[in-house]
């Protein structure tokens, strides 16, 4: 069985300031690991993932995670927030036998300027 | 390319009443996923289809809600009788054949109001 947390339901940070959106995850088997972002009034999409190779992953808008098997976390990282940064963003594990993705509850991210 | 579409965008109904939602996924996506989200909580699958086929049902309340995808394209998801916990946002994903570790690509969801 696979299961995740997210340390975090709300993160307030002002602009330009860094931020660190925790998740930790159990599972029994080999995982995939998954950011996906909600902006205001948009649907879910895809931030970034780690299938195999460099433990550390980014994005194009400036995120990275890093996966850290022995401590089972993904935690994401961003040096310098913007005000469009503003949004929920859900860590998911996948399990790579079946695919079956299981979702954090959510961090609620909101920059202030 | 045209996105997820899913409809109606928001509804409210009355315990006990029935309510439909429907889903046309991205052309050429064979996998397509109804998932419930309820307010402060994640996402939960609650079917799989792959083509018109089920994969996964196993987290859908048999005994309230139905889902079909005719023709392996658009999918309309049920629920007959409402119950006030039944209040979220269905949320159809679809995905294109490649194994574990492909991306979903979202709709923006109906969002279910049981009074």
């Known amino acids: 069985a696979q299961s995740v947390t997210q340390l975090d339901s709300q993160v307030p940070v002002f602009e330009e300031a860094p931020v660190e959106l925790r998740c930790n995850y159990s599972?029994?088997?080999?995982?995939?690991l998954f950011w996906y972002v909600q902006y205001p009034n948009q649907g879910l999409q895809l931030l970034l993932k780690y299938l195999s190779g460099s433990t550390l992953v980014e994005s194009i808008n400036g995120f990275e995670a890093e996966f850290n098997k022995s401590q089972t976390s993904f935690h994401l990282r961003k040096p310098s927030v913007h005000i469009s940064d503003t949004a929920e963003y859900f860590c998911?594990?996948?399990?790579?036998?079946?695919?079956?993705?299981?979702f954090g509850q959510g961090t609620t991210l909101q920059v202030k300027p | 390319e045209a996105g997820v579409a899913q409809s109606p965008r928001y509804k409210i109904i009355e315990k006990r009443q029935s309510v439909a939602f429907w889903c046309n996924p991205i052309?050429?996506?064979?996998?397509l996923y109804w998932y419930q989200q309820i307010l402060g909580q994640g996402p939960k699958l609650l079917i799989q289809f792959q083509n018109n086929g089920v994969v996964d049902d196993s987290q859908l309340p048999k005994d309230r809600f139905s889902a079909e995808r005719l023709k392996g394209v658009d999918s309309t998801l049920k629920i007959q009788p409402a119950k006030l916990e039944d209040s979220a946002v269905y949320l159809c994903?679809?995905?294109?054949?490649?194994?574990?570790?492909?991306?979903?690509?979202f709709g923006e969801g109906s969002r279910l109001t049981v009074l």
């Open positions: 994903a679809s995905s294109f054949p490649g194994g574990p570790g492909g991306e979903l690509f």
């Open positions: 998911v594990v996948g399990s790579s036998n079946t695919g079956k993705l299981i």
């Open positions: 052309s050429g996506h064979a996998t």
């Open positions: 599972s029994s088997v080999s995982v995939y």
